[in-house]
Protein backbone atom coordinates (compact mmCIF):
# COMPACT_ATOMS: atom_id res chain seq x y z
CA UNK A 1 0.00 0.00 0.00
CA UNK A 2 1.93 3.38 -1.20
CA UNK A 3 2.01 6.05 1.47
CA UNK A 4 1.46 9.97 0.96
CA UNK A 5 3.96 12.44 0.01
CA UNK A 6 3.60 15.68 1.60
CA UNK A 7 5.04 19.05 0.23
CA UNK A 8 7.48 19.61 2.92
CA UNK A 9 9.31 16.38 2.03
CA UNK A 10 10.00 17.58 -1.02
CA UNK A 11 10.91 20.82 -0.14
CA UNK A 12 13.35 19.66 2.81
CA UNK A 13 14.96 17.54 -0.02
CA UNK A 14 15.63 20.31 -2.25
CA UNK A 15 16.41 23.43 -0.24
CA UNK A 16 18.31 21.45 2.26
CA UNK A 17 17.35 23.97 5.30
CA UNK A 18 17.50 21.33 7.85
CA UNK A 19 20.72 18.94 6.96
CA UNK A 20 19.31 16.28 9.39
CA UNK A 21 15.72 15.80 7.81
CA UNK A 22 16.98 17.04 4.13
CA UNK A 23 19.31 13.47 4.56
CA UNK A 24 16.11 11.61 6.01
CA UNK A 25 13.74 12.95 2.72
CA UNK A 26 16.78 12.48 0.62
CA UNK A 27 16.84 8.77 1.15
CA UNK A 28 13.37 8.49 0.88
CA UNK A 29 12.90 10.00 -2.44
CA UNK A 30 15.82 7.69 -3.29
CA UNK A 31 13.78 4.84 -2.50
CA UNK A 32 11.32 6.00 -4.64
CA UNK A 33 13.44 6.71 -7.34
CA UNK A 34 14.48 3.32 -7.62
CA UNK A 35 10.79 1.81 -7.45
CA UNK A 36 11.93 0.08 -3.81
CA UNK A 37 8.58 1.75 -2.23
CA UNK A 38 5.25 3.42 -3.68
CA UNK A 39 4.13 6.90 -2.53
CA UNK A 40 0.99 9.05 -4.22
CA UNK A 41 0.87 12.45 -4.38
CA UNK A 42 -1.55 15.09 -5.68
CA UNK A 43 -1.42 17.94 -8.30
CA UNK A 44 -2.14 20.47 -5.13
CA UNK A 45 1.41 19.06 -3.68
CA UNK A 46 3.04 19.79 -7.00
CA UNK A 47 1.58 22.99 -7.59
CA UNK A 48 2.41 24.01 -3.59
CA UNK A 49 6.37 23.07 -3.93
CA UNK A 50 6.65 25.47 -7.62
CA UNK A 51 5.07 27.69 -5.58
CA UNK A 52 7.25 27.91 -2.21
CA UNK A 53 10.25 28.03 -4.43
CA UNK A 54 9.43 31.01 -7.08
CA UNK A 55 7.28 33.14 -4.26
CA UNK A 56 9.28 32.19 -0.85
CA UNK A 57 12.49 31.58 -2.18
CA UNK A 58 12.99 33.32 -5.94
CA UNK A 59 14.26 30.36 -7.34
CA UNK A 60 14.05 31.28 -11.29
CA UNK A 61 11.58 28.94 -13.17
CA UNK A 62 14.28 26.99 -14.94
CA UNK A 63 15.72 25.89 -12.19
CA UNK A 64 12.23 24.79 -10.26
CA UNK A 65 11.60 22.44 -13.47
CA UNK A 66 15.06 20.72 -13.65
CA UNK A 67 14.71 20.13 -9.95
CA UNK A 68 11.06 19.43 -9.83
CA UNK A 69 10.37 17.18 -12.83
CA UNK A 70 12.72 14.51 -12.48
CA UNK A 71 11.26 14.08 -9.18
CA UNK A 72 7.82 13.62 -10.64
CA UNK A 73 9.18 10.95 -13.09
CA UNK A 74 10.25 8.79 -10.42
CA UNK A 75 9.16 5.11 -11.01
CA UNK A 76 7.78 4.80 -7.24
CA UNK A 77 6.02 7.96 -7.31
CA UNK A 78 2.66 7.65 -8.17
CA UNK A 79 0.77 10.99 -9.54
CA UNK A 80 -2.18 10.50 -12.38
CA UNK A 81 -0.83 12.68 -15.67
CA UNK A 82 2.30 12.77 -14.16
CA UNK A 83 3.61 12.68 -17.72
CA UNK A 84 1.68 15.96 -18.69
CA UNK A 85 4.22 17.85 -16.25
CA UNK A 86 6.95 17.66 -18.77
CA UNK A 87 5.12 19.70 -21.03
CA UNK A 88 3.26 21.72 -18.11
CA UNK A 89 7.57 22.76 -17.34
CA UNK A 90 8.06 23.79 -20.90
CA UNK A 91 5.17 26.04 -21.36
CA UNK A 92 6.27 27.65 -17.46
CA UNK A 93 9.05 28.17 -18.62
CA UNK A 94 9.28 28.85 -22.34
CA UNK A 95 6.54 31.32 -22.21
CA UNK A 96 6.65 32.64 -18.96
CA UNK A 97 3.47 32.26 -17.46
CA UNK A 98 2.09 30.85 -14.43
CA UNK A 99 2.59 26.97 -13.12
CA UNK A 100 -1.21 27.17 -12.99
CA UNK A 101 -2.08 28.34 -16.54
CA UNK A 102 0.77 26.11 -18.13
CA UNK A 103 -0.67 22.72 -15.95
CA UNK A 104 -3.96 23.71 -17.41
CA UNK A 105 -3.05 24.20 -20.99
CA UNK A 106 -0.82 20.77 -20.71
CA UNK A 107 -3.84 19.72 -19.62
CA UNK A 108 -5.78 21.14 -22.60
CA UNK A 109 -3.32 19.35 -24.63
CA UNK A 110 -4.01 16.64 -23.71
CA UNK A 111 -7.24 16.23 -23.92
CA UNK A 112 -7.74 18.41 -27.65
CA UNK A 113 -9.16 21.34 -26.09
CA UNK A 114 -8.31 24.01 -28.03
CA UNK A 115 -10.54 26.93 -27.03
CA UNK A 116 -10.40 28.74 -23.30
CA UNK A 117 -12.75 30.63 -22.22
CA UNK A 118 -10.56 33.08 -19.76
CA UNK A 119 -9.56 37.03 -19.67
CA UNK A 120 -6.07 35.90 -19.17
CA UNK A 121 -3.77 36.51 -21.45
CA UNK A 122 -0.73 34.28 -20.78
CA UNK A 123 -2.78 31.95 -22.68
CA UNK A 124 -1.98 33.68 -25.90
CA UNK A 125 1.30 33.24 -25.62
CA UNK A 126 0.60 29.25 -26.47
CA UNK A 127 0.12 27.94 -30.39
CA UNK A 128 -2.76 26.19 -31.44
CA UNK A 129 -5.18 27.94 -27.93
CA UNK A 130 -7.52 30.20 -28.55
CA UNK A 131 -8.57 32.51 -25.94
CA UNK A 132 -12.44 33.42 -26.02
CA UNK A 133 -13.85 36.25 -23.91
CA UNK A 134 -17.32 35.59 -22.74
Do not use: W
Amino acid sequence: MPVFLDTNIILRHLLRDDEEKAYRCKDFLSQLEQAKIKARTSDIVIHEVVFVLERTYRQPKAEIRDLLLPIILFPGLILPGKRQYARAFDLYVGKNISFADASNAALMERLNITEVVSYDLHFDRIEGLKRIEP
